[in-house]
Nanobody, 122 residues
């Protein structure tokens, strides 16, 4: 069974940091890109960042460039999203998802995690 389990969300003040984790199981982690997405209340889900299956390349949404860093530990089948200089507009449910190919961007989602809430207070 494919599983993606996010953790690390919470409440933080503006300017603070959080690190999200996405633990994957049930599929060949080394073969697929993994992405982070977010959905704020009343808004559509949007892509935040993606890392290739090898961990050698990543892409970011313009809104998070320079503040967020995606990384992967293939030995632990885990992808991380380090979020610094958080802003109230970063408040959302953050989801990780696996793609169907090795490279980013993810054009078709294979599996979603259940999401983790990130709330940034002003």
């Amino acid at each position: 069974e494919v599983q993606l389990v996010e953790s690390g969300g919470g409440l933080v003040q503006a300017g603070g940091s959080l690190r999200l984790s996405c633990a994957a199981s049930g599929f060949a982690f080394d073969d697929y890109a993994i992405g982070w997405f977010r959905q704020a209340p009343g808004k559509e889900r949007e892509g935040v960042s993606c890392i290739s299956s090898s961990g050698s390349s990543a892409v970011y949404a313009d809104s998070v460039k320079g503040r967020f860093t995606i990384s992967s530990d293939n030995a632990k089948n885990t992808v991380y999203l380090q979020m610094n200089s958080l802003k109230p507009e970063d408040t959302a449910v953050y989801y990780c998802a696996s793609g169907i190919a090795r490279l980013c961007p993810i054009r078709l989602i294979a599996s979603w995690g259940q999401g983790t809430q990130v709330t940034v207070s002003s």
